[in-house]
């Protein structure tokens, strides 16, 4: 990790947002609640992915209308649906 990559993460941490970490050179990365101390010669870290959630609602031709927020009003008679990201 880059210094200024090492300092995002610590502010973040700091401001109360989730970390995960992973040990160097393996594929999964795993959420710490706690981090009790810091190494970076063989822990990488990083901010927590917000699960990223999308809008939509699909015509009589199954044509959808994508939005990212709830606020969008699809046309009468047909709903809005939420598709929210899971995580693997």
Do not use: C
Not at 8 to 17: I, R
């Amino acid at each position: 990790m880059t210094l200024e990559e090492m300092i995002a993460v610590l502010t973040h941490y700091k401001n109360g947002g989730k970390v995960q970490i992973r040990p160097i050179n393996t594929p999964n990365w795993y959420d710490s609640d706690v981090v009790q101390s810091w190494d970076f010669t063989s822990i990488e870290y990083r901010a927590k992915p917000e699960l990223q959630v999308i809008y939509a609602d699909f015509n009589e031709d199954g044509m959808v209308m994508a939005s990212n927020t709830e606020q969008y009003q699809p046309p009468f008679g047909r709903k809005l649906r939420k598709f929210v990201e899971v995580e693997e």
